[in-house]
Antibody, heavy 122, light 110 residues
Framework: QVQLVQSGADVGKPGASVKVSCKSS????????MHWVRQAPGQGLEWMGW????????KYPQMFQGRVTMTSDTSISTIYLELSSLRSDDTAVYYC???????????????WGQGTTVTVSS | QSALTQPASVSGSPGQSITISCTGS?????????VSWYQQYPGKAPKLMIY???NRPSGVSNRFSGSKSDNTASLTISGLQAEDEADYYC??????????FGGGTKLTVL
């Protein structure tokens, strides 16, 4: 079955970086765009960007440009999210999600990882 | 890109129908038919309920339906059940090739 499995909870110090992984299985990894979405405690969903796992092309919203890096390793069907210059308001659950349709339709996130809790604390 | 606008909360009694609105702009909802809706229970990952404005993924109940008019999309849940109590988020593709979510709506089944 289609599955996204994320790395475990992490703690980062203010100003440092954190890297979260998301391993895909059950489908052709390079056929679907992937997204990262985060949710701060008690808050709504916040989209952080998408990556084409095949080409490595990415798109980030303005608010994360310069702090977010998304990468892909097709040999192990895994994508990564690295967030730098951590601040206290980066404390959140981070989700990876697969696009619903193949080949970059960007029409909805149909499969989600279990979430990774990132805590920013000194 | 500004977030889409949803009501903070809606409520309904079992068996009734409710509608959640999601207002955007001509740069997102008004421009594309790439509107999606998500259901989220506390402590769980979101689940896709509607994509492409009105399509249901396999396995989603036909009590859930979506529509769009101009810059506003809507999610309607008919025959409300206790298990529908959750948070609901809308999302849309935008003219800058990004995605944007609504602030979320808490549905209470009375």
């Amino acid at each position: 079955q289609v599955q996204l499995v994320q790395s475990g909870a992490d703690v980062g110090k203010p100003g440092a970086s954190v890297k979260v992984s998301c391993k895909s299985s059950g489908y052709i990894f390079t056929d679907y765009y992937m997204h990262w979405v985060r949710q701060a405690p008690g808050q709504g969903l916040e989209w952080m960007g998408w990556i084409n796992p095949n080409s490595g092309i990415t798109k980030y919203p303005q608010m994360f440009q310069g702090r977010v890096t998304m990468t892909s390793d097709t040999s192990i069907s895994t994508i990564y999210l690295e967030l730098s210059s951590l601040r206290s308001d980066d404390t959140a659950v981070y989700y990876c999600a697969r696009d619903h349709s193949r080949f970059g339709e960007l029409n909805g996130m149909g499969v989600w990882g279990q979430g990774t809790t990132v805590t920013v604390s000194s | 890109q500004s977030a889409l606008t949803q009501p903070a909360s809606v409520s309904g009694s079992p068996g009734q129908s409710i509608t959640i609105s999601c207002t955007g702009s001509s740069s997102d909802i008004g421009r594309y038919n790439y509107v999606s809706w998500y259901q989220q229970y506390p402590g769980k990952a979101p689940k896709l309920m509607i994509y492409d404005v009105s399509n249901r993924p396999s396995g989603v109940s036909n009590r859930f339906s979506g529509s769009k008019s101009d810059n506003t999309a809507s999610l309607t849940i008919s025959g409300l059940q206790a298990e529908d109590e959750a948070d609901y988020y809308c999302g849309s593709f935008t003219t800058t090739s990004t995605q944007v979510f609504g602030g979320g709506t808490k549905l209470t089944v009375l």
